[in-house]
């Protein structure tokens, strides 16, 4: 079989109408569960081994919708060494804190016009309340200073802060 150029130049239209059709369907990153965003953030790995010792996996994957007010590394950093170490190895404290630091509902922090959470409380998954207010110009979340906002999953979405909450 002979293949004439108007052939060739047909079928390759065709591989490329296909690819531009399959193309963005395929390069679509599937969105992340809270506890794969938190997993990716750099200044979230003491937090994300907190989940696992924890063993609060299944509840960052679960359908949601939830939000974590997730301590960064330097938070974590901020407690005494020997308090760190003592609640980093004991997955029932570990559990009641973080459960502390989730809210089973979406919390955006930002609106979509740039305006932010000033007051107001929620109650957390471990049964306290979580408030919020403004320490001069920035948000607060209990005793905490929000670094970040509102990073979007799938099933919710993280506010990264610059304490635990004790």
Same mark, same amino acid.
């Given at each position: 079989? *002979?293949?004439?150029?108007?052939?060739?130049? *047909?079928?390759?239209?065709?591989?490329?109408?296909?690819?531009?059709?399959? @193309?963005?369907?395929?390069?679509?990153?599937?969105?992340?569960?809270?506890?794969?965003?938190?997993?990716?953030? &750099?200044?979230?790995?003491?937090?994300?081994?907190?989940?696992?010792?924890?063993?609060?996996?299944?509840?960052? &994957?679960?359908? #949601?919708?939830?939000?974590?007010?997730?301590?960064?590394?330097?938070?974590?950093? &901020?407690?005494?060494?020997?308090? *760190?170490?003592?609640?980093?190895?004991?997955?029932?404290?570990?559990?009641?804190?973080?459960? @502390?630091?989730?809210?089973?509902?979406m919390i955006a922090m930002r609106d979509g016009?740039g305006g932010i959470v000033t007051s107001g409380?929620?109650?957390?998954? @471990?049964? #306290?309340?979580?408030?919020?207010?403004?320490?001069?110009? *920035?948000?607060?979340?209990?005793?905490?200073?929000?670094?970040?906002?509102?990073?979007?999953?799938?099933? #919710?979405c993280i506010t990264t802060i610059d304490k635990?909450?004790?």
């Amino acid at each position: 079989m *002979r293949l004439t150029r108007a052939a060739a130049f *047909r079928s390759f239209a065709g591989c490329l109408l296909a690819l531009s059709l399959t @193309g963005p369907a395929l390069a679509q990153p599937r969105a992340a569960t809270v506890l794969e965003l938190a997993a990716q953030q &750099k200044n979230l790995t003491t937090f994300v081994a907190a989940v696992h010792t924890a063993g609060l996996d299944g509840m960052l &994957k679960a359908a #949601g919708p939830i939000t974590v007010y997730a301590p960064t590394n330097e938070a974590f950093s &901020k407690l005494p060494a020997a308090q *760190r170490e003592a609640l980093l190895n004991d997955p029932a404290r570990l559990k009641a804190l973080l459960l @502390g630091h989730v809210v089973n509902d979406m919390i955006a922090m930002r609106d979509g016009e740039g305006g932010i959470v000033t007051s107001g409380s929620v109650p957390s998954a @471990g049964g #306290g309340m979580l408030s919020f207010g403004i320490d001069g110009e *920035r948000s607060t979340v209990g005793a905490a200073h929000v670094v970040s906002y509102d990073l979007r999953a799938d099933n #919710g979405c993280i506010t990264t802060i610059d304490k635990v909450l004790l």
